[in-house]
């Protein structure tokens, strides 16, 4: 089993800002609690040198970079600005974000204000993490929420850009906070895939990242990737990001007539997101990404390029699909520029 080779790499979900955060205590439940109710409010740094580093090491050529928990717009426009030929990255309305954080109230119309100003800069492919709005449950429920969503794909469709919907949440160290939110909560956006077809069946025109696909940082459970699966069989502008999937998830995608590899992107969450994988020899999945509460916070930077890209070199297919996940995708839906033409597959119909 070896690294996945492509022959131009996009990883599609990084985050390429770090925190600063020292943790008073040293009970591991209030560390966890402590990082996962701070992390927005923490002060943020650049990244880009160790990213950069990973990169090379791996041969990712470009990464889409997006701000979250208190990452700014700010620094990841000056890595795109420094890094043109390495970077693109998506808008959030971070500040209005963590104004909400805060305890101020937060609006769909300070977050469309602030996302367009950042748009009209023209140095952002897309809309993420997730969309605006999703960290709340609507007072109004799904059919409100839906309203301030068509707001957002509007601005989408105006800037021709895509937009990350997230879907999943994780177990681990953020589960215990991240489950009890969930309670009763399934109309939130992140909890039920299925609600992302009414997004795309409204805005056929704007593409839609599947953000995790159902797995992240879920241990071995599956319920939520065979729902994004169903939703993204019936609607061709969404896209499945796979970077955190073990082998044998790419399997029903790839064979799926609905699917196949044209419908893949590439993407980790590499960064201060990025899970550490878990080992269960003998096994399917033998390894996999899972946050483990009983050996504390990672303090190292997580190698999530080199397990991701061996989990993905496991297949065996063509090539040329194999290099439409890694990066024909991407390059195709966020207009990333590659060195020559025709390096992905097309051909022409009779």
């Given at each position: 089993m070896g690294l996945?080779?492509?022959?131009?790499?996009?990883?599609?979900?990084v985050h390429a800002q770090r925190h600063a955060f020292k943790l008073q205590s040293r009970d591991v439940d209030s560390e966890f609690s402590e990082l996962s109710s701070g992390m927005s409010q923490m002060e943020t740094y650049s990244n880009a040198d160790r990213l950069l580093y990973h990169m090379d090491k791996y041969s990712v050529d470009v990464c889409a970079i997006m701000p979250a928990f208190g990452m700014t717009n700010e620094i990841d426009k000056e890595i795109v600005k420094k890094h043109p030929d390495r970077f693109v990255a998506y808008a959030l309305d971070e500040q209005t974000s963590k104004a909400a954080q805060a305890g101020k109230p937060w609006t769909i119309e300070a977050a469309l204000d602030e996302l367009e100003r950042e748009l009209d800069t023209g140095l952002y492919v897309g809309i993420g993490e997730g969309l605006p709005g999703s960290h709340r449950k609507h007072p109004g429920g799904w059919s409100g929420r839906f309203e301030e969503i068509c707001k957002i794909m509007e601005l989408a469709k105006k800037y021709k850009v895509v937009v990350t919907y997230h879907a999943g949440f994780p177990s681990g160290y953020a589960g215990s906070s991240g489950m009890a939110a969930m309670q009763g909560h399934y109309e939130m956006d992140f909890s039920n895939p299925f609600l992302v077809g009414e997004v795309a069946a409204a805005y056929p025109d704007v593409n839609i990242i599947l953000e995790h696909a159902g797995i992240e940082g879920t241990g071995y459970r599956t319920d939520i990737y065979d729902k994004c699966l169903a939703v993204a069989r019936s609607h061709h502008n969404i896209y499945l990001e796979c970077g955190q999937w073990?082998?044998?998830?790419?399997?029903?995608?790839l064979k799926d007539p609905n699917l196949g590899c044209e419908r893949l992107v590439w993407g980790t969450d590499w960064g201060a997101a990025s899970t550490p994988q878990s080992w269960m020899p003998g096994c399917v999945p033998e390894t996999f990404c899972d946050q483990n509460i009983?050996?504390?916070?990672?303090?190292?930077?997580?190698?999530?390029f080199g397990w991701a890209l061996r989990e993905v070199g496991r297949l065996n297919i063509p090539q040329d699909d194999l290099n439409m996940i890694l990066g024909g995708n991407a390059c195709r839906i966020m207009g990333i520029k590659t060195p020559f033409t025709r390096l992905f597959k097309q051909y022409i119909k009779k």
């Open positions: 996945a080779k492509g022959i131009f790499v996009v990883d599609t979900h073990w082998a044998e998830l790419y399997e029903k995608p009983n050996i504390g916070l990672p303090a190292h930077q997580i190698d999530i």
